[in-house]
């Protein structure tokens, strides 16, 4: 059974690390930090040890945004991590653009076989759209973005089976195709 937790905590900080460490090398490849576009963000992603702390001070510190960290579990073993963020915009001082984006999908490698393509796909992704899909409703979003690598063909995979719409693809300069998908809830 597939199970969500919260590992936005201290206790879970280091196996976030590894996680995002892991995701930014398979999708920027090995000098990922190298390969951020804005200078600023590059140069406090430096090493990969600093880089890592860096990278969980940016992602829990969004300007318009709150993320949390899920650790996805099948039964009491981790296998990946799913990051949410709402988003809330001020249109004017009565109207606020609220969305909420799929942040950050990552499988462990050793486990994708088995929840992507194998015997426990339906499971995972019926239990990762529910999820999903409640965590929004409880945050009144109904619009839901996710900017999927369009190299790392198991997001795209889970994308489309988790009911995402690609809409555009995004130029990034960095030699990297991403693409906007959404999906309404």
């Known amino acids: 059974m597939i199970v969500f937790n919260n590992i936005t905590d201290e206790e ?12 930014y090398k398979e999708y920027f490849g090995p000098e ?13 992603l430096s090493s990969a040890k600093e880089g890592a702390d860096h990278a969980i001070d940016l992602l829990y510190n969004k300007p318009n945004g709150n993320n949390v960290a899920f650790g996805i579990y099948d039964e ?3 296998i990946g991590t799913i990051l949410l963020t709402v988003h809330v915009r001020k249109l004017s001082d009565e109207e606020e653009d609220i969305y909420g984006e799929l ?14 393509e ?14 999903v899909e409640s965590y929004f409703k409880e945050n009144e979003v109904s619009d839901i973005l996710a900017a999927i690598p369009s190299e790392i063909d198991y997001l795209v995979e889970c994308g489309k089976e988790l009911g995402f719409e690609k809409k555009k693809d995004l130029p990034n300069g960095i030699g990297i195709q991403d693409a906007l998908w959404e999906k309404h809830i």
């Open 12 to 23: 879970h900080k280091e196996e976030l690390k590894g996680m995002l460490l892991a995701h």
């Open 103 to 116: 942040y950050h999908l990552y499988i462990k490698p050793e486990y994708r076989k088995t929840f992507i």
């Open 118 to 131: 194998g015997t426990k796909k339906e499971e995972f992704i019926r239990e990762v759209d529910s999820f």
């Open 32 to 44: 990922w930090s190298d390969k951020i576009p804005i200078k600023s963000i590059r140069d406090r």
């Open 76 to 78: 009491n073993t981790l």
